[in-house]
C-alpha cells in the first residue's frame, strides 16, 4: 500500500477514503508545516497532498526524500509548487482543475441579475423624481 502525506485536514468522508485506499499519515492538528516539517514527515512516503497554503519551493522539493513521486496539490493551481524543479526530480504534479467551474459561473449569472434589479431600482427612482420616466443624459 503506499504511503503519502497529507498536509491539512481534509472532510472526514475524504480522510476516510484516504485511510482505506493509502497509508495516510494525516496533519490531525492542522497545523501550517513549515517546509522543514513537510520535507521530515514526507520521510518514507511515495507522495504528498499539498494544499495551496504550503509553499514547495525548489530548495523545498530539492530536499524531499528520494521516493517522493508525486504532489498534488489541493488547489486549482500550481502557484505553490516549483513545476521545474518538481519536473527535474521526476515527481509528478496534479492539481484539481475545472473544481470551481460551475462555482464561478454561478457567482456571474448572480452579479448579472444583481446589476439588472438594481437597474430598475434607479430607474424607478428617476421616475419618480422626474414624472416623465427615464431620461438618457
Not at 46 to 59: C, F, V, Y
Amino acid at each position: 500500500m503506499k504511503k503519502i502525506l497529507i498536509t491539512r485536514r481534509l472532510i472526514r468522508e475524504s480522510e476516510d477514503k484516504a485511510s482505506k485506499l493509502f497509508d495516510a499519515k494525516f496533519n490531525s492538528n492542522d497545523e501550517l508545516y513549515s517546509q522543514s516539517k513537510i520535507i521530515e514527515m514526507s520521510e518514507g512516503c511515495d507522495g504528498i497532498l499539498s494544499s495551496l497554503t504550503e509553499k514547495l519551493d525548489a530548495d523545498t522539493i530539492n530536499k524531499l526524500p528520494d521516493n517522493i513521486k508525486i504532489i498534488s496539490n489541493f488547489a486549482v493551481g500550481f502557484g505553490n509548487i516549483d513545476l521545474e524543479a518538481a519536473k527535474n526530480r521526476g515527481i509528478a504534479v496534479t492539481n484539481t482543475p475545472e473544481v470551481l467551474s460551475d462555482a464561478t459561473a454561478e457567482i456571474g449569472i448572480l452579479l448579472i441579475l444583481e446589476l439588472a434589479e438594481e437597474l430598475l431600482r434607479e430607474l424607478n427612482l428617476l421616475e419618480r423624481v422626474d414624472g416623465n420616466g427615464p431620461q438618457i443624459i
